[in-house]
């Protein structure tokens, strides 16, 4: 009986953990990821006797596995493939340098090599699943830095395997007597195990997988199939845990075997609820073992760790990216958007754990590390814009480390002068939105000039004898040189609200009568837009649900004037009708 009342109680106490956690995140703009490990953190050290911390534990490794399962399932060879070529050096050197920064600083408050070289492995690391979720909301994935920012993570989350399998060698070398040829040795050994197994379960599960999950998907059971998923993943990780390598390594390589699968998008949406289910009782359950008390005699250890981490991370891709070109407010927003340490971090600090290289208080250490980072990067990428106007208005006098002549003066023309061009359409960002107008525009026959701050993608618009400036739209000099006072509109196909109101700011102070046409995500925006002086707001979901329900109408044979005239009801409801 007493058993049975300590897994409910340890079950009530996780759901009010996450709820009350998770909803406090959601209403302060927060990651619901935060909330769940500061109500852990709450009821943990309030309710420490209340509740099963083995049982706690066991979910945890259970939402681990099936975590690094699904992110080998959304794997994608062929995008990796296309953004290897432009950031795979910048994105590796950028791990060893945070690595070995914040590895030496660990040596020199006295943690010893081991423990200091898991916590400096977690901090090389950014949050996938924060900085996809906060750009997602923003509408910003499509957009340079949040192609930059999501490629160098892709590039991350895969070193995450080596980085176990390295850091499992050295803590199990480290165990014995050695030399430094020894503890290589246990590293090649790793390595050369991983190799030959990723490449025999590969190989024979090509061949298997793909024909076990169609036979199991012609039953026509959702229950057999969610079965044979898990047992797929279970019985890979066995198989890695046999040769002496983790559970999370197999599980990832048997999310590699379904990726290639026809079924992946069924697998991946049948077993995303339970990874979910699984995930936060493993983000409750780091703030259940975290105890404030002991991190006091680790503040010293704590604070160093989260500056180094914040400002190394963050100062390292700023200087990678700036060498490779891209312009300052790219390299700043990246920069801010990867400056915490990622959820994996919580892996290496169980594996850690587990080997012995950790003990409990380093462990705390790197959970509390990994909880402060996301909590200060999370407001800091939703405010990322305002903080680059704000810190390049304080730093613009100061001597450029990076100087090159396309910032200098925006590309073609004469920089006194501007373009030769009048009576034109300024297209301020060439995204996924702008290059379809352009596109337009050009077929048309009207003149227009692009504004844009990524300069591959300029350059093939020059090539293709489109006007361009190089330069950062909201820079009311760039606006200037593109002859926006000679324009009969500007459009605005850029997501960030805070960029947005400078741009309209700076085209009307250089012309009144301008026309300007601005997209956006929020209907809560549409009106502040309307009160700066924007004539037309577009707003892509709206457009696409006006589009979806002309077709709709029109299939179920709904009178053209009565179609019109709901359309008209809508945009009405709408607020742009």
Not at 58 to 68: F, H, K, N, Q, S
Not at 103 to 125: D, E
Not at 289 to 307: F, H, K, R, W
Not at 343 to 356: K, N, R, S
Request: aromatic share 8%; hydrophobic share 50%.
């Amino acid at each position: 009986m007493s058993h049975s009342l300590s897994l409910i109680t340890t079950f009530l106490l996780l759901l009010s953990a996450a709820l009350g956690g998770g909803a406090i995140a959601v209403r302060l703009k927060l990651p619901s990821i935060v909330g769940y490990i500061a109500g852990g953190i709450l009821v943990g050290n309030i309710f420490s006797r209340g509740f099963d911390h083995q049982l706690i534990s066991m979910i945890a490794e259970a939402g681990v596995t099936l975590l690094l399962f699904t992110l080998g399932v959304e794997f994608s060879f062929h995008r990796l493939k296309r953004i290897l070529h432009a950031i795979s050096w910048p994105a590796i050197a950028q791990m060893v340098i945070t690595l070995l920064v914040v590895l030496l600083s660990l040596i020199a408050l006295k943690i010893s090599f081991i423990p200091a070289l898991f916590l400096s492995s977690a901090a090389a690391l950014s949050s996938t699943a924060i900085v996809v979720k906060l750009l997602s909301e923003r509408g910003e994935l499509d957009s340079i830095p949040g192609e930059l920012a999501t490629g160098w993570l892709v590039i991350q989350d895969l070193a995450v395997v080596p980085i176990l399998i390295l850091l499992s060698a050295v803590s199990g070398a480290s165990g014995h007597e050695g030399t430094v040829m020894a503890v290589m040795g246990a590293v090649l050994l790793a390595m050369l195990k991983a190799g030959v197994l990723v490449t025999v379960v590969l190989y024979l599960g090509s061949r298997g997988v793909p024909a076990l999950l169609a036979t199991v998907a012609g039953f026509r059971n959702r229950e057999f199939f969610l079965l044979t998923t898990i047992g797929i993943v279970f019985f890979v990780g066995l198989l890695t845990y046999a040769v002496g390598l983790s559970v999370s390594l197999g599980a990832f390589i048997a999310g590699l075997l379904v990726a290639e699968t026809s079924q992946n998008h069924a697998v991946f949406a049948e077993i995303r609820p339970l990874r979910d289910l699984f995930a936060v009782v493993f983000f409750v359950s780091l703030g259940m073992a975290l105890p404030v008390s002991a991190l006091v005699s680790s503040l010293p250890a704590l604070a160093v760790m989260t500056v180094a981490v914040v400002a190394i991370k963050g100062g390292s891709i700023y200087t990678l990216l700036r060498f490779l070109g891209y312009h300052r407010k790219t390299a700043f927003l990246v920069g801010i958007y990867l400056t915490q340490v990622s959820e994996f971090g919580f892996v290496i600090a169980g594996t850690g754990v587990a080997l012995g290289a950790l003990n409990e208080s380093q462990s705390s250490l790197l959970i509390a590390v990994t909880f402060i980072t996301i909590l200060i990067s999370s407001p800091m990428i939703s405010r990322g814009h305002e903080l680059y106007y704000f810190v390049h208005s304080l730093t613009r006098r100061f001597p450029k480390l990076f100087r090159d002549r396309a910032e200098e003066a925006p590309l073609g023309g004469n920089a006194d002068n501007g373009y030769p061009i009048r009576d034109h359409v300024v297209i301020c960002g060439y995204g996924r939105v702008g290059r379809y107008i352009g596109r337009a525009l050009q077929m048309s026959s009207i003149p227009f000039l692009v504004v844009d701050y990524n300069q591959h993608t300029l350059a093939g618009l020059r090539g293709a004898g489109v006007q361009t400036v190089y330069g950062d739209p909201a820079d009311k000099d760039v606006l200037d040189f593109a002859q926006v006072d000679y324009a009969k509109a500007i459009v605005i196909a850029i997501p960030d609200r805070h960029t947005q109101e400078m741009v309209i700011g700076n085209a009307l102070s250089l012309n009144r009568r301008i026309k300007i046409i601005c997209r956006t995500h929020h209907e809560e925006d549409q009106r502040h837009l309307k009160s700066l002086g924007v004539q037309t707001i577009v707003q892509p979901e709206f457009e696409a649900a006006l589009s979806i329900v002309s077709k709709l109408l029109s299939d179920f044979n709904i009178p053209e004037e009565e179609m019109a005239g709901k359309m008209s009801r809508l945009k009405i409801e709408h607020g742009i009708g």
